[in-house]
């Protein structure tokens, strides 16, 4: 069993920067972060592989960056120049298998999420 925690969340100025940290116990294979604003779906953000292959979803590429430390087996969330629209609650998901992926199906293990919010 994976059990995924996040911290880093917070209140932020439209342009400013986060990290966000996911501390996973247990072992993992790609890693993803999701994220879900008030009245919305949730929906893809990154994914991080363990062969190191990363995929992001068009509206962040570029200002948000996903990385793995092995020897902590924790994954960040780089996040910059955040806009309002980058508000909601921010997931952590584990997958059980290799690969990437963009669908929430696809992940087996979820933390409880943080809160992000950026004001204008």
């Known amino acids: 069993q994976v059990q995924l925690v996040e911290s880093g969340g917070g209140l932020v100025q439209a342009g400013g920067s986060l990290r966000l940290s996911c501390a996973a116990s247990g072992r993992t294979f790609s890693m993803g972060w999701f994220r879900q604003a008030p009245g919305k779906e949730r929906e893809f953000v990154a994914v991080l592989t363990s062969g190191g292959v990363t995929t992001y979803a068009d509206s962040v590429k570029g200002r948000f960056t996903i990385s793995r430390d092995n020897a902590t087996n924790t994954v960040y969330l780089q996040m910059h120049s955040l806009k309002p629209e980058d508000t909601g609650v921010y997931y952590c998901?584990?997958?059980?298998?290799?690969?990437?992926?963009?669908?929430?199906?696809?992940?087996?293990?979820w933390g409880q999420g943080t809160q992000v919010t950026v004001s204008s």
């Open positions: 998901a584990a997958r059980k298998t290799y690969g990437r992926s963009w669908s929430l199906s696809d992940y087996s293990y």
